[in-house]
């Protein structure tokens, strides 16, 4: 690996994360609501590793306890029914999901019991059921503050709490105004205030509000039926919220066309260009009574949006983004405070060459908000899925040398990406505890842990047989290193949330990409290993599961992922959780078969496609596999 990447060594940048606690069964985290009913639950509240007296070979046996395992999942098909009350038209993809294009489906059923948020995040005693709620005084052209003012504040509350890294593209505080001082909102307006409202019952703990949601996202879809010949701003922000509404629920094919129809809207409105924007801000009436600038704003960071849900796809998928960055020429997000105050802002235009080479100013950096960085970092995600997805697919000749060219490459980007962080936002534990404070932690944990799967990514997809033995050393000890630190970071803000300074915060974890994160983490570290490496990879795994739990709360992709993860412990060998499928051969040493994610082809997959003698003499050149930094 090269040896000039800024490091950030984990030992000192974790404080609450001594290297002799990595792999402590003891140490148990938390990620700011309290589970209740999952996966910490069923594994009593922590993995707890014991080591046996050595018999006569010197073996040991590493024992899990799982009381509640089956009783948890006996009980999900109680828990989980209000999730199926779809309609028809919305139900789940079959099988085939991924082969039709469209989101990849987990195959594992989703056995897990929804757990219960806080009740400080939801403090409404008297929550209507949708049985108890009219829904024939709500539709398209009636206001829902005028029909249920608390209702509905109630559900924007939510998602404005929860949605920061996704969808801030309207300016919260000024919105909230909007909404409440009764001005008459055009049909455009509704259509998106009813969107917000059925995202909003997403993020409640409460099962009745799950119900009303398809009450709000059903009026909100008829008002785009009306609207869609006429494109607008709240035509893309609708769709794109529907599709994150769909993709909560499991519904991945209704969410990928909706981004796609949003895209193209999108594309209409020319909104990947700032002379685009700017013809649409001409006049004095604006959307939500904003003033030009903001207007403006919310045109770029609506565009944002969905360039990163096309990020996310391609990320899901193992497939080409869709939207190409030579084709954007539009500024970067400013600061939220300038967002919010509505200032006119002149922040640098978007360019990969410029990201690429050390032309900004310290005054450009400045104003970038934290959603600049994480745009930049997704940008050097999808040209990795890109590259793998045309690697795999095009001819094996000069494979080795385009692969090295381009991870070269990839390593240059991603050094300047870290040396322009500012100090605020480059990872340790004081700058997490002030994003608990300021409300960005999900934003700053999804950036960084979008860092460690660029890594994974761009070592794990290649071909192993088309490279070297050096080289596929080299991919293993990178990837394996990365997927620790996805693992520590996941601990420690897990840890630091659970801290009682934060105990009456309402600060969550909720972007799904972290999900995807923690898995092809715990993939990448539990494929392969030796006997005396399982105590530490569980430990980890225990780790993580705090913030799979919390995730699982939201979205269907986190349930079916903390169901694989339980299965995937459930394969590793000398646990009371074994089933027997993985053993340890007579070099001490064990091989998992069954893939988390199976979206490339096994050849094209190094973790599995390497033989594991020579996967565990990989990891066995590396140094100390507890003390990597931060690279």
Known sequence: MSSDFPAYDDRQMHPLSPVSNIGDPTVVGATGMTPTGG??????????????????????????????????????????????????????????????????????????????????????????????????????????????????LQLMDLFFGHTASMFHIVPQKHFMHWVRRGRKKSAADLMVIYAILAMGTVFSPHAEAKGSGETFASIARNAIEMNCRTFSLQLVQSRILLAAYDFAFGNFRESWNGSILGLGVISGLKLNLEEGIAGLAKGDDYAYGLNKYAFMECCRRTYWSTYMIDRFNAFCTCRPSIIHDEDIFLRLPCTDGDFEEQRETDNPLFDKKVIDQQHSTEGDQAMQGIISHLIQISSILGDVISNAYRSAHGSIFGYAKAYEEFREQTHERLRLWVKKLPHHLMFSMINMTACIKNGHIDTFICMHAMYHVTLMNLNRSVHPKRLERSLTDRNIQEANDHAYQTLYLMRDVDRLLRDKDFSNTNCTLSNPFIGYAVTAAIEIISVVGTRDQIPSVLGLVNGALPVME???????????????????????????????????????????????EATTKLEDDLIYATLKEDYVRAMELRNDVESVSYR
């Open 39 to 152: 996966a910490i639950e069923a594994l009593e509240q922590g993995v707890e590793l014991k080591r046996r007296r050595p018999s006569n070979n010197s073996q040991h046996h590493v024992t899990l306890r799982t009381r509640h395992i089956e009783d948890h999942e006996a009980n999900f098909s109680t828990n989980h029914t209000l999730k199926k009350r779809r309609r028809s038209s919305l139900s789940a993809p079959s099988s085939t999901t991924e082969e039709n294009g469209s989101m990849p489906r987990q195959e594992q059923s989703n056995r897990l019991a929804r757990a219960s948020l806080p009740s400080t995040i939801f403090q409404s005693s008297n929550w209507r059921s949708v049985y108890g709620l009219d829904a024939s005084r709500f539709n398209r052209e009636v206001d829902p503050i005028q029909v249920d003012p608390g209702l509905a």
């Open 550 to 596: 919390g995730l699982s709360t939201i979205w269907a992709s986190a349930k079916g992922q903390l169901t694989s993860i339980l299965n995937r412990l459930q394969e590793l060998p000398e646990t009371n959780m074994s089933r027997g499928s993985t053993r340890i051969n007579d070099n001490d040493m064990f091989a998992v078969k069954n893939r988390l």
